[in-house]
């Protein structure tokens, strides 16, 4: 079983940036797409972004495309967020996710969870 565990999120103003970081260790798989997913109170968790294992290939949610950007590092089993432009509704706890496909992980197909980051946006 992989271990991911995030970090990186905290308390930002409107407008501002923070990049999320997601570590795994354990049974890593080769060739593993990952994913970003976000829960805000109330709400359902929802897709953010995905990064396919060569990261020629990314995905986002149209809430989020044009400010947010995926990358990975796979000699440190790292992928990433960089969020730039944040808003209020940004708000939620942010997870990662290791799937098989990038088309899987957009469906919502996760083989495992981080235990995710709280990113608050203040207006």
């Known amino acids: 079983q992989v271990q991911l565990v995030e970090s990186g999120g905290g308390l930002v103003q409107s407008g501002g940036s923070l990049r999320l970081s997601c570590a795994a260790s354990?049974?890593?798989?080769?060739?593993?797409?990952m994913g970003w997913f976000r829960q805000a109170p109330g709400k359902e968790r929802e897709f953010v972004a995905t990064?396919?294992?060569?990261?020629?290939?990314?995905y986002y949610a149209d809430s989020v495309k044009g400010r947010f950007t995926i990358s990975r590092d796979n000699a440190k089993n790292t992928v990433y967020l960089q969020m730039n432009s944040l808003k209020p509704e940004d708000t939620a706890v942010y997870y990662c996710?290791?799937?098989?496909?990038?088309?899987?992980?957009?469906?919502?197909?996760?083989?495992?969870w981080g235990q995710g980051t709280q990113v608050t946006v203040s207006s």
């Open positions: 990064i396919s294992w060569s990261a020629g290939n990314t």
């Open positions: 996710g290791q799937g098989y496909s990038t088309s899987a992980i957009r469906l919502g197909s996760i083989n495992s």
């Open positions: 354990g049974r890593i798989v080769i060739n593993y797409a």
